[in-house]
């Protein structure tokens, strides 16, 4: 792996029980450095688990205490019950109780702005949709409308997936129902432009949970009906919106050391699926693995190769 740079970040994408996979590459990444991941990073962006891991990034948490409390609490936290058995005849599946519960334990009371006022600082970046205003809020510790929200109140806000979870406050929910479902580009401005690093100085790694595989066959398509499109249309708006923040970032930040990791999995795994822990915790490895021999996503370097020459 090449020696980071002066300053390192960290932008994490969101994918519910999948963060597995971050959190265990994480930990690999700390054994080879020998250092904590709270100690390597001084700004984390996540959207919705990538929240949880960045807020814990933020708390002081290791990679391998996160990995270990994923494991535990997915259970938990994706717990059967008769709203999740009856959906979609109720609101939401899931209760936010065992996710504010693990959170408040693990993290504490503690506000955004207090990871701006410990020393040394840490940036931490959570996106969150607000459903009344019709935008993406970036809840930063730096910025005083943000400063006394409680991290616990910004990491369920920005989970709260759709019919997964209830809406935060009557408003907040994921912030990946926008553009930023992976925030590599919210991270990359922020280095630039808030906190003003150089970014021939910096390394920004950006931590994928997993590429779906390609399962619609050619023709397939020619006899859905209305309802059968709504998952390939959501997967290509999903997929077209990471792949642009990746675009971004290496169109208008090409002195940034900018390393994209991401697997792709052999099957289709859902986000809120604990019975699938060990399956990516073997994905998790092979995540960390790439990470350590710079095995950057092939996705990224498409993106490079394909780049539209500049107009003369």
Known sequence: MKPFRRHVAVSIDGGGIRGVMVTRALAMLEDHLGKSVHDIFRLATG???????????????????????????????????WRSLF???????????????ALK??????????????DPRTDVVITVFDLVDKRTRFVKPWKDEYAGWPVVKAVLASSSI????????????????GSYANPCYLAAYEIRFCLEWDSVETTLISLGTGREPHTLR??????????????????????????QQVHL???????????????D??????SDDPREIPKLS???EELGRKILNDETDRQALEVKATRAPRAL
Request: charged share 20%; proline share 5%.
């Open 47 to 81: 959207t919705s688990t990538g929240s949880i891991i960045s807020a814990g990034i933020g708390a002081g948490l290791t990679g391998a205490q996160m990995y270990e409390l994923y494991c535990e609490l997915g259970g938990t936290v994706f717990r059967k019950t």
């Open 105 to 118: 334990q693990y993290i504490g009371e503690i506000t955004m702005g207090d990871f701006w006022s410990k």
């Open 282 to 284: 073997k994905y998790g």
């Open 265 to 270: 999995l052999r099957e289709p795994i859902k």
């Open 162 to 177: 759709p019919t997964y979870f209830p809406t935060v406050e009557g408003r907040y929910v994921d912030g990946g129902v």
């Open 218 to 243: 050619q023709g397939e398509a020619d006899n859905f009906w209305a309802w059968n499109w709504i998952s390939p249309i959501l997967g290509a708006f999903l997929q077209s919106a990471d792949d």
């Open 87 to 101: 959906w979609p005849l109720t609101r939401y599946r899931y209760s936010h109780k065992p996710l504010a519960s």
């Open 249 to 263: 970032v290496k169109t208008f930040f090409e002195k940034l050391d900018f390393r994209r990791f991401q697997v």
